[in-house]
C-alpha cells in the first residue's frame, strides 16, 4: 500500500492556514470576542465556501470564483498568519511564521499561474 504525496506548496499552506486559524482569532480575543469570531469564520468560511473549480481537483464547489479569488483568499489566509504571529507571539516563534509565509509565497507561485490561466 503506498502512501499518498503531499505536494510541498500544499504542506506550506495547510501549516500556515492553521497559524492564521488559531493565531489571528487567537490575537484579536485579546480585544474582542465578536471580532475574533469574526475573524474565523471569514478565514475558514470563507475558504470552504468559495473555490475554483478545477483547482486542487475540485470539481464540485459549492460557490465558484475566479482564479484570481482563489489567489486572494489564500492571501488572505497568509496575511493572517503573519499578523496573527506577530500580535501574539514574541519574535522568535513569529520570525518562522514569516519564513513559512515567505516559503508558501515562492511555492505557491505555478499554481497560481495556472489560476490566472498562465501556466
Do not use: F, H
Not at 11 to 19: C, D, G, K, Q, S
Not at 81 to 108: D, Q, R, S
Amino acid at each position: 500500500m503506498s502512501r499518498p504525496s503531499y505536494p510541498l506548496p500544499d504542506v506550506l499552506r495547510v501549516l500556515a492556514e492553521l497559524v492564521a486559524w488559531t493565531a489571528l482569532p487567537w490575537a484579536l480575543g485579546r480585544y474582542s470576542l465578536w471580532l475574533s469570531l469574526a475573524a474565523l469564520a471569514l478565514l475558514v468560511g470563507l475558504p470552504a465556501v468559495l473555490a475554483t473549480p478545477g483547482d486542487n481537483g475540485k470539481t464540485n464547489v459549492p460557490v465558484p470564483i475566479p482564479g484570481w479569488g482563489t489567489i486572494g483568499l489564500v492571501l488572505m489566509e497568509l496575511g493572517a498568519a503573519v499578523a496573527g504571529a506577530w500580535l501574539l507571539w514574541p519574535a522568535w516563534a513569529a520570525v518562522p511564521v514569516t519564513l513559512l509565509v515567505g516559503a508558501c509565497l515562492v511555492t505557491e507561485q505555478p499554481r497560481w499561474r495556472r489560476l490566472m490561466g498562465r501556466g
